[in-house]
């Protein structure tokens, strides 16, 4: 088992920028992949970025940016150019193979 606790999340105006973390109870080596998506009211969750137990990165939204802390179990989402379109619910996600966790989310409100 794992548990992802998500943090960082706010209201911003848009064009500002935003941190998100997303504390991990185990070795980040020990996860095939971790990811970061959101959900807005009335969408389907998407997909943000991932990166992998090696490190690689993997982006579907260019203005956002995956990294980690593997002393501090810690995976950042940095978000910058924020826009209103971007207000949702962010979940950090673990992917060990046959199971995936999820956080609790963390809600983002950027406003025009």
């Known amino acids: 088992q794992v548990q992802l606790v998500e943090s960082g999340g706010g209201l911003v105006q848009a064009g500002g920028s935003l941190r998100l973390s997303c504390a991990v109870s185990r070795s980040l080596f020990s996860i095939n992949a971790m990811g970061w998506y959101r959900q807005a009211p009335g969408k389907q969750r998407e997909l943000l970025a991932t990166?992998?137990?090696?490190g690689s990165t993997n982006y579907v939204k260019g203005r956002f940016r995956i990294s980690r802390d593997v002393a501090k179990n810690t995976v950042y989402l940095q978000m910058n150019s924020l826009k209103p379109e971007d207000t949702a619910v962010y979940y950090c996600?673990?992917?060990?193979?046959?199971?995936?966790?999820w956080g609790q989310g963390t809600q983002v409100t950027v406003s025009s």
């Open positions: 990166i992998t137990n090696g």
């Open positions: 996600n673990a992917d060990l193979g046959p199971q995936r966790y």
